[in-house]
Every structure is written in C-alpha cells, then in structure tokens.
C-alpha cells in the first residue's frame, strides 16, 4: 500500500493543476445540487421491531386520513392569580386566540379547550391543541408569526400564553463558537508548523472536504432521508478528520523537504508513509460510524453513514489535494528559518522527547495514575439516566418549557407525557366491550391518573385509549407502568380477543433505551473486532491493538461519565450555557462509542506506526517509543488541540443533542489523546518491551503486509537508485 500511495503523491504533485480542477468541479456540482435540492426532511424517529413503532404503523393503518408526521402546537392559557379561565373575560380573551388559531396558515384542526374538556379541575389553566398539514421542517415563518402574534392576543388581555409542540421547532443555530473553534485550529496550527502556508492548507482543505461532503448530504436528503441533524453530525466529524488528515500529511511533507529530497519526492514520501496511517485511521471511523447501523434505528443509521461519508472525503481529499497543493507552495510551507538554512535539524530533542523519556523512566507510577484518573472520571456514568428529548428539556426561559410547566402545574406531572394504548380488536366478537373492559383493567393499574374513553376509527374495530401517569414521563413509576400494562396484554387479549399496545412518545423512549442497551455489546464486538483485526494488520502485533481496544474503553467511559456530571448533574452546566438538566439522550451514548472509537484509533495509528518505524529500523523498544515521540508527539498534540476547538464549537449549538455531541467529543479526545495515548500507550509499551510487538508465526503468514511503516517503499526506492537496478524490477507489495 505504502508503494501504491507513494506513487499516488507524486501523481497528484505533478498533475496538481488537474486534481484541483476536479475538486473545484466536484464541490460546483454538489452546490449546485444542494442549492436546488428540496429542503431537508425532518428527522423522522422510527425505531422498527418494537411494540411502539408496531402500534404506530397500525394507527397509520386503521385510521386513514390522519397526519401522523403534521407539526402539530399546544398553547396553554393560565387565568391571573385569583380569577378562573372560565371566567367571562378570560374566557373570551380565550376564545379570541382559538379563532385567531383558525385563521393562521397551515392549519389542520384547532380544539377548543372549552368544548375538548381542556379545562383544569381548579378552572385556572386550559390549552388549545392545535394540529397543522405541514411537518415541523416546513412551517413557514408566516405560521410561526401567526402563533405568536395569537399569543401575544392572549397577553394583551392579560392572560399567561405559552406555546409548545413541534410546530415551533427551529433550525438548530451552533453561533459564532464554530467560528471561534476553527480560528483557535488556525492559531494551533500556525504555532505548529510556523508558515502561514503549512498552517492554511490543512484548514482549506479541511473546509473544502467538509464543503463537498455536506453539500452532498443536502442535495440527496430527500432522497435519501437525510435530516439537519444528519448534516451537523457529518460537518463536526468532517472537519475535525479533515484538519488532523491534512495536518499528518504536511508535517511528514516538510520533514521530508528537510531530509533533502525535491518536492515531488517529498509528496510521495509523505502520502506513502502518513497517508498510509491516515488511510487505517480513516478506516477505523468508517468502521465505527457505518457500524451503527446494526443498532437498526434508521435515524441513527443514516446520521453514521453520513457522517462516513463526509470523513471518506477527507481521506480522498488528504492522499490527492493536499499534494497537489503542496506542488503549488513548493519550499513556502517550510519556516523562513529552514529555507534561509538557519535550521535544519527536525530530530532534535523537544518537549515530546523529554515527555516520553520521563514516562519510559516512571513507567508504573504514570500508568496508576492514568487509569485512575480516568476512573474517577467515569463514576458518574453509574448513575446515568436515558430518554429522548422533549419541551420539559428545553431552557427555563423558552415558552415551550413554561408551557411544559404550566401543564404540569394544572393537569398533573404525567399530563405531558401521556401513553397511548392501542386496542386491535378487528378478531373480537365485540370491539366496544373490549376497549371498555381494557380501560377498566388500566384504571385500576397503581400510578394510572386517568384513562380516556375509547376513541374508535370509522371501521369500529381499533380504538385508541390515553392513559395520563400519575408521574412525570421520565421517572422509574411511568416505566413500571408501561411495562405492567404490556404484562398484562396476553391476559387481555385471552379476555377480550383484542390485542393491546402501548405506544407514545414515552413509550417509545422506553423503547429505544432498551433497544440500545441490547445492541450495545453485539456493536462493540463488530467494531471493536473488525478494528482490531485491522490494527494487528497495521501494527504487526497482537498485544498492541488490544492495549488500544483497552485505552478507548477507559476514555470513552470517562467521557461519559464527564456528560453524565454536566448535562444530568449540572456541574459546570453554566459554564457551556446548559440551562436545563435532565436524562442524557438514548441515542447518545452508542454514538459517542462508534465516533470516539474511531478517532482515537487514529492517534493510535498516528502515533504508534512512528514507535514501529523506529523499532523496526533496529532501535529497542523503549528508545523507538522516545523516537515516535520525538517526530509524532507534537504534530498528535496539535491534532487533538484542533479536534477538540472544532467539536467544542458545537457546544453553542441551540440543539441540545448538537451540544451534548460537542461536549462529549471534545472531552473524549482529551481524555483519549492526552491520558490514554500520551501517557497510558508509553507506560504501557515501555513495561511489554519487545513482547508488545510479538505477533505469532501462523499470523504473520496470515495477515497481508500492508507496510504501514514504510519499510517496504524504501527498499524499493533504494533498489530504483541502484546504479544496476533493473528498471522492470517489481516496485509493490501485497496489500
């Protein structure tokens, strides 16, 4: 492999000129795709083989008509203090905002909370229910405008109005900290390579690939049902590969300048050496992202393979761009110092090198410390509590918290997260007498507030009841109960002849809680597996990925740990402005394992294929891991500093699940980058000796030589300039 990308590099140096035109071309035509692609779908959150989403279909079913995926609003009245909402004025003032809602745009059905029976038992708050023919993504402004100037009606009579529901969901906004997060990659990388030339060209192409990738996403959303969030996701992986990418690159480029060779060669060398790491580490994201897919919830499917799209550019995009670029900027990407031949010397002794010997000598006290740290970092994750996002997560300030709010002040805690139970009673000789005997069974359920009447649908054969909890929806009572009615489903349908499921928003975060926790180890075994076959290819050794699968552990569940102390604890929230705490998103912890894995397989791969080199050029263990300090510690620092500036961009995000993502990444990195792979992988190298790079003889006949190293492309190289090489001699390898 190492052969093939050395030729690729200089491929792409020579005809640098062409290589840009395609990509130019190639991001004209996905901007041209995305500007006149239709608008992206919502996320639609459907989670197959699960009672929830089977009673879900089978509304769809038995009550045609109905819009289902329609954004749909609650605005929720409460009277001043003494006085009745049912009172003459007030009651007015209501009716008004009701009628106001009839004549906005979009509008399906508006239900008078006086005639819906909306109304609180002690007469001061009520809500109107409000459903539109448009999803949440297609409201316009015209209707959001609508809602509020209804609302506002409201207030001039001197009523409290707030409005939740999905119709007011908004375009997540990430602010100007994305922007502040790329400028601190710009200073990082400015500081590290000290060339305004090296410094720019990973963020160009960084930005180019993101670019390319994102606009790619937009053009085939509809296509492919892919949501904002999709795109989000794939721009903050995007651009935190593409800058590490690009950044090994031009780091090995200019080491090779100052080892003496011209340009074209030192492009070659670099992308058959770092390109080649850059290719296995990319490989182990696309691994972890594409894998998530065998959790089988398609929106958390397509926001992975999105996302591994966007980093499959980046790794195009560092092995063909950035050499062609490096043709253009020739010796401008050295230090003025090196090109005025002031300074020469890349090997010297640096901070890296006196890190790593330091470690090497006090190898088990830093080993201790590492892991205890890391430890003590995931102990919170023992309290960690899961469920999907509602409006009782947004801030405090917003009118759809205080609508959450209002509605559990006057109707009860469970009243926002009702269950709706489903009663299929198309095998029942009397479907009328079967919804009633379920409702009855329901009501007498202990944490059961109440229990509507069956609701049937033209056909008379499936009824719908809601059941309000007497709990709000994320608490362990609300759980017990949805599974205490599900138990009880095989004696009511022996009862009745109808079947019952419960479905709902509550329900369903049940669901997906259980569908992760049970896809959870089967997902750790194919990536984990799949990478650590992968790194024994690389590293030549059995112990080396398996101190690698080891240290992603330990960081990944410190990382968790750290979100779980923020975001469900709320210490420090103020600081990354969490308003409101509450149960960590389902989705967010086996997302946070595929993405985390996959990138600190990349320092592994970064860092330890420079120890390898060294080893395998004859150097002893422990001096090899001081030598891949010495070329690898600061450029891997660099990487980690700008990887965790881009994902701490996102924190700003007005998404909570976007900022939970940002946070989680970005302390992720820093625990893997600076404690695991800075710290745990020397100690660990330093005590296994040259046991860490033993690999057994049947294996090393088995697993191809890829020749991440180098070592290969060298000895071709030196047979190429031999004065009798024959110029027909075999120049690649097995890969």
Sequence with gaps: MATFLYKLGRLAFRRRRYVVLVWVALLAIAGVGAATAPSAPSDNFTVPGT????????????????????????????????????????????????????????????????????????????????????????????????????????????????????????????????????GIAAVVLLI????????????????????????????LATTLGLSSTSSTLASMIGLAVGIDYALFIVSRHRHELMEGHDGEEAAGRAVGTAGSAVVFAGLTVLIALAGLSVVNIPMLTKMGLAAAATVAIAVLIALTLIPALLGFAGTKVLTRKVRKGRATDADKPNMGTRWARLVVRRRVPFLVAGVVALGLAALPITGMQLGLPDDGSQPVSTTQRKAYDTLSAGFG????????????AAHSSDPQQAA?????????????????????NPKGDTATLTVVPASKPSSAQTEDLVHTIRGHSGELERSTGADVLVTGTTAMNIDVSQRLNDALVPYLALVVGLA???????????????????????????????????????????????????????????????????????????????????????????????????????????????????????????????KMMGFGLAIAVAFDAFIVRMTIVPAVLALLGRAAWWLPGWLQRALPNVDVEGEQLRKNLADVRAPHARSDEPETISV
């Design 192 to 219: 590290t390579f000290s060339s305004l030339v090296a410094a720019g060209l990973p963020l160009l192409t960084a930005i180019m690939g993101v670019g390319v990738g994102i606009a790619g996403i937009t053009a």
């Design 413 to 424: 805690p469970g009243f926002n997260g009702p269950l709706m139970v489903v009663v299929d």
């Design 436 to 456: 009633q005997h379920v409702k009855q069974t329901i009501a007498g359920f202990p944490d059961v507030k109440t229990v509507t009447a069956p609701a049937f």
């Design 51 to 182: 009672e929830a989403q089977h009673a879900f279909d089978l509304l769809h079913e038995r009550f045609p008509g109905t819009n289902a995926d329609g954004a749909s609003a609650r605005m929720v009245f409460k009277a001043p203090n003494g006085q009745k909402i049912t009172a003459g004025p007030n009651k007015a003032a209501v009716e008004k905002v009701v009628t106001d809602l009839k004549n906005s745009p979009q509008k399906g059905t508006v239900a008078d909370p006086f005639t819906a029976d909306a109304v609180s038992k002690d007469g001061t708050t009520a809500y109107a229910s409000v459903t539109y023919t448009a999803k949440s993504t297609e409201i316009t402004d015209a209707t959001h405008t609508a809602i509020e100037d209804a609302a506002q009606h409201g207030r001039d009579a001197g009523l409290t109005v707030e409005t939740g529901g999905t119709a007011l969901q908004a375009s997540p906004e990430t602010g100007n900290s994305e922007v502040i997060g790329i």
């Design 532 to 658: 650590f076959l992968l790194l024994m290819i690389v590293f030549r050794s059995v112990l080396v990925p398996l101190k690698a699968a080891l240290g992603f552990l330990l960081s990944v569940l410190a990382a968790l740990g750290a979100v779980v102390a923020v975001f469900q604890w709320g210490w420090l929230s103020h600081l990354i402005g969490v308003e409101q705490t509450g149960p960590i998103m389902s989705m967010m912890p086996i997302f946070l394992i595929g993405v985390v894995f996959g990138l600190a397989m990349d320092y592994e791969v970064f860092l330890v294929t420079r120890m390898r080199e060294a080893y395998v050029h004859g150097e002893s263990p422990r001096q090899a891991v001081v030598t891949g300090f010495t070329h690898g510690a600061r450029v891997v620092s660099a990487a980690a500093v700008i990887m965790i500036s881009v994902f701490a961009g996102f924190i700003g995000s007005s998404e909570s699940m976007i």
